[in-house]
């Protein structure tokens, strides 16, 4: 996989060095002459239609009656429930603190055990 990404990466420096010589080229090269202009054929006149005549009233249109709506059926009372009073909360215990050490322990530095014969 990562051949991959650096074939990716040499192919896209390469082509991108490619297409900066071949901008640098075409920005060298003479003016070209302009394009000349053609003339433009002058465009048909569009026929004029008749206009459609609109009725200046608008005919008066019979007025919609609703039926009264119908009236909705009565709900029935509830009994009344009798006030529920708790007992006072107590009071929330305390969660105990754990102390945090704030300095690390020092660890016993192990060293090779000395050497039995001279060298």
């Given at each position: 996989?990562p051949?991959?990404?650096?074939?990716?990466?040499?192919?896209?420096?390469?082509l991108?060095?490619?297409?900066?010589?071949?901008?640098?080229?075409?920005?060298?090269?003479?003016n070209?002459?302009?394009?000349?202009s053609?003339?433009?054929?002058?465009?048909?006149?569009?026929p004029?239609?008749?206009?459609?005549t609109?009725?200046?009233?608008?005919?008066?249109?019979?007025?919609?009656?609703?039926?009264?709506?119908?009236?909705l059926?009565?709900?029935?009372?509830l009994?009344t429930?009798?006030?529920?009073?708790?007992?006072?909360l107590?009071?929330m215990?305390?969660i105990?603190?754990i102390?945090?050490?704030?300095?690390?322990?020092?660890?016993?530095?192990?060293?090779?055990?000395?050497?039995?014969?001279?060298?």
């Amino acid at each position: 996989m990562p051949t991959f990404k650096c074939l990716f990466l040499a192919l896209f420096i390469a082509l991108s060095f490619f297409g900066g010589e071949a901008a640098r080229n075409l920005l060298q090269l003479p003016n070209l002459p302009p394009v000349p202009s053609l003339p433009k054929p002058p465009l048909p006149s569009l026929p004029t239609l008749p206009q459609p005549t609109f009725p200046t009233t608008q005919p008066s249109l019979p007025k919609p009656t609703l039926p009264p709506l119908p009236s909705l059926p009565t709900m029935p009372t509830l009994p009344t429930v009798p006030k529920v009073t708790l007992p006072p909360l107590s009071s929330m215990p305390s969660i105990p603190t754990i102390p945090i050490p704030t300095a690390l322990p020092s660890i016993p530095f192990l060293s090779p055990p000395p050497a039995t014969t001279k060298p």
